[in-house]
T-cell receptor
Framework: RKEVEQDPGPFNVPEGATVAFNCTYSNSASQSFFWYRQDCRKEPKLLMSVYSSGNEDGRFTAQLNRASQYISLLIRDSKLSDSATYLCVVMNRDDKIIFGKGTRLHILP | GAGVSQSPSNKVTEKGKDVELRCDPISGHTALYWYRQSLGQGLEFLIYFQGNSAPDKSGLPSDRFSAERTGGSVSTLTIQRTQQEDSAVYLC??????????FGPGTRLTVT
């Protein structure tokens, strides 16, 4: 089993819709979780950290399920500018950071 | 404040030449990471520094690749005898331990 797994997509979603994607991780001792976004030919940028109680930032909601070892990202009222690749990131206790391969999202006008 | 910077932004080199890529992390960040990314692919971890030491070199693809970090700040990734398959974007990121990473803009390496 890969350390961090994501559905590569692409997810093709009409503008204004809600979209969600999950990421699973294999190391139960992982301690920190993040979502990054990467635009074409650009470096990854932090979208949001993921906290145990779940957290929201505007249209974005992140959830962590430690029992099932997955994190999720929900995007409400999607915008054309949300089109990007979303990377799931897991940090272990030794500060080793594992990136998922990313989920491609296309918002359609 | 200043983010992570990398130089050069683009490098074209001939097969067989050596190249050096530089990363200036965010001031105060003790952790520094190197990745590479081929077009349309995910991030490939290369090496991680905590201070000047590299506890994890597991991602270096071959002994042609080496990296060092001096003064707990600047890091250099060296690729010797470059091959065409080394062509990629090389990304550097820094962080405080346990916290999120911040990436530089990358160095696009093309080996002809």
């Amino acid at each position: 089993r890969k350390e961090v797994e994501q559905d590569p997509g692409p997810f093709n979603v009409p503008e204004g819709a809600t979209v969600a994607f999950n990421c699973t991780y294999s190391n139960s001792a992982s301690q920190s979780f993040f979502w990054y976004r990467q635009d074409c030919r650009k470096e990854p940028k932090l979208l949001m950290s993921v906290y145990s109680s779940g957290n929201e930032d505007g249209r974005f909601t992140a959830q962590l399920n430690r029992a099932s070892q997955y994190i999720s990202l929900l995007i409400r009222d999607s915008k054309l500018s949300d089109s990007a690749t979303y990377l799931c990131v897991v940090m272990n206790r030794d500060d080793k950071i594992i990136f998922g391969k990313g989920t491609r999202l296309h918002i359609l006008p | 404040g200043a983010g992570v910077s990398q130089s050069p932004s683009n490098k074209v080199t001939e097969k067989g030449k050596d190249v050096e890529l530089r990363c200036d992390p965010i001031s105060g960040h003790t952790a520094l990471y190197w990745y590479r990314q081929s077009l349309g692919q995910g991030l490939e971890f290369l090496i991680y520094f905590q201070g000047n030491s590299a506890p994890d070199k597991s991602g270096l693809p071959s002994d042609r690749f080496s990296a060092e970090r001096t003064g707990g700040s600047v890091s250099t990734l060296t690729i010797q005898r470059t091959q065409q398959e080394d062509s990629a974007v090389y990304l550097c990121a820094s962080s405080s331990p346990g916290y999120e990473q911040y990436f530089g803009p990358g160095t696009r390496l093309t080996v002809t």
